[in-house]
């Protein structure tokens, strides 16, 4: 049987004793079924598994035995940071769901002029915890030991004057090929567009400030289709999918 691995946003040390608040306590008793002896992975996103038991379920809560720690997760050979259009709900779970499988070090959401959701205020707050939810729940599937960074969301041209250099624009038009693209350093960052594209507007600043357009072959892909294929063609060309 499969051992469940949940995130838990508490100290692990080793040889002690948890008392699980309400909602995680929930989770596990009702979600994944666990009972008094029962096996679990959990992290907290420090690097490090912890192995643990379930010590006691009663009325004053779930109490887990934390046991020891495995392997420190490696830092990644490619770190990918993601400037994401804001698009529609499910397009953004999706996109954000498959990037931190694929290993995203960094995601930034970003309103820009097509995007289709208004977002400010307290439903802003409340949709940046449901992408935390959506990040958190794809290194607990895919054994991510560290989550990814999700920044608050920015408006595109704020995003693009903090830019790092060599910023690449997945852009369908683009004369250069990513996977023509010379090898990157450490580390790269990535820029993709929402649903509608970037305005002419928006690809002009990208290119006033040095960021430079690739292209993923003929087709025109989805919002949430083009981030994946990216990071894929990196991670194979140059980082972790090589192993
Ligand atoms: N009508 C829009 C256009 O032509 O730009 C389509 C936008 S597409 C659905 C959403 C985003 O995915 C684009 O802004 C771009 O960043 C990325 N994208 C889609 N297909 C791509 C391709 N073949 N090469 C590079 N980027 C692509």
New binding site residues.
Partial sequence: MRIPRVYLDHPLDPQTELRLPQGPARHLTQVLRLGPGDGLACFNGDGRDRAAQVAAVGRAGVVLAIGAAGAVEPAPVLRIVLGL?I?RGERMDYAIQKAVELGVAGLWPLFTERSMVQLQGERLQRRLEHWRGVSIGACEQSGRRRLPALADALPLAEWLAAAAPGTL??????PQA?AQWAPPGPEVTL????????SPRELDLAHRHGVV???????????E???L??IAVLQALWGDLRD
């Fill in positions: 259009g698009s624009l997945l852009d369908p038009r683009a990513l820029l993709v567009g929402p649903e509608g594209g970037l357009g690739v292209r993923l072959g003929p087709r025109i892909l989805r919002a289709t083009a981030p294929a990216a």
